[in-house]
């Protein structure tokens, strides 16, 4: 009976319980996920950043793509599709 009531505690009652040790499993796996998706994110990000600076024309491109910047004698004509 004894063992049977300290094992009920454990379960639920005590600061350290199975539930809140599950709850807490779940988190730190959601959040090793989510390490490895933004470390794959800044590798990704440092690996353009260099293209762009090692190279003008990229950085010409980008500029154009991204922030819509042209030249002084040049126009520029946003198409969007519907």
């Known amino acids: 009976m004894t063992l049977l ?3 009920v505690w454990l379960t639920f009652f005590d600061r350290n319980n199975f539930i809140n040790k599950m709850q807490l499993k779940n988190k730190i796996t959601t959040l090793q996920k ?3 998706y933004y470390h ?3 590798e990704e990000d ?3 950043m260099q293209e762009l600076l090692s190279n003008k024309d990229n950085l010409e491109k980008f ?3 991204q922030y819509l ?3 002084k004698n040049e126009d520029i004509f946003v198409i969007v599709k519907e």
């Open 46 to 48: 440092n690996r353009k």
């Open 34 to 36: 989510e390490k490895a």
């Open 5 to 7: 009531v300290f094992l």
């Open 63 to 65: 500029a154009r793509e």
């Open 40 to 42: 794959h994110k800044i």
């Open 69 to 71: 910047m042209k030249n």
